[in-house]
Every structure is written in structure tokens, then in C-alpha cells.
């Protein structure tokens, strides 16, 4: 029994730390100038992300804008919010001097997308004066 929590809790662990918005290998590597926004998009009451798109050669500032609300939009869709209930139930009896214990342990994880981008919407925008890179800031109620 113990041994099943263990793996549990493992699992909840392993995900908790998928799921957070922790440094990414394509983070954005941006100067001094930024906005902070680029680099912790955490608005309260809201999930935000932010997508970036390089100058594009053909479609200007429009099509690069369309790649980097994609990017935003994929982001977005790839968060799950994970919930972990644990129930812990003890007995102890003790019957003619002898002692002895029962206990019960019931983890329950459960994962689900929580997140609607029928309400996401882009907040600001930055182009980075150095490099022409276009970054959205992109927001949906939690």
C-alpha cells in the first residue's frame, strides 16, 4: 500500500513540475530593455503566456504577429492543471494489552485541461529593437 502512494506521489510530483511555467529551452533571450512581462507572464486572476516570432520574409509585421499569437495559442493549450486529493484513515485498537493499527491511504490525481482560449487575448505587444523579434502577451481567465 505503501509502495502505491509512493508511485502516486511521484506521479503527481513529476507532473506538478511539467505543468509549471519554469525556464524553457526556447525562452526568449531578450536584453535589459525588456518588459518584465516577457519573462514572468503571471497576471493575477489570469494564466499567461507569452509567443514570439522572428522577422519573417515574406507577410511583414502581420504574418509575424500571426506566428507568434500561434506559438502563444499552442502554449497556452499545453497547460493542464493537475489536482491531488489525499484521504488518510487510522484505527488503532487495543485488545487484552495487544496493540494494533490499521491504516488506510486513498491518493486520488486527476488531471484536466482547464484552461478555454475562447477567452484568451493578447494584452501587449513588444518588438525588441536589436533583433525586430515580436512578442505577445497573452492571457485567459484561470
Known sequence: MMRILVIYLAAALLLLGCAGSGSKPGSPNVGAGSPAWILNPD??????????????????????????????RQELAQMVRVQVESTTRSQVEEHAGKVSRDSDIETRLQSSVALSLDQARVIEEWVD??????????????
Open 43 to 72: 497576471k493575477p486572476g489570469y494564466q499567461g503566456v507569452v509567443g514570439s516570432a522572428p522577422k519573417q520574409d515574406w507577410g511583414g509585421r502581420e504574418a509575424q504577429r500571426r506566428v507568434a499569437l500561434m506559438k502563444a
Open 129 to 142: 529593437p536589436q533583433s525586430g523579434e515580436l512578442y505577445l502577451w497573452l492571457v485567459t481567465p484561470k
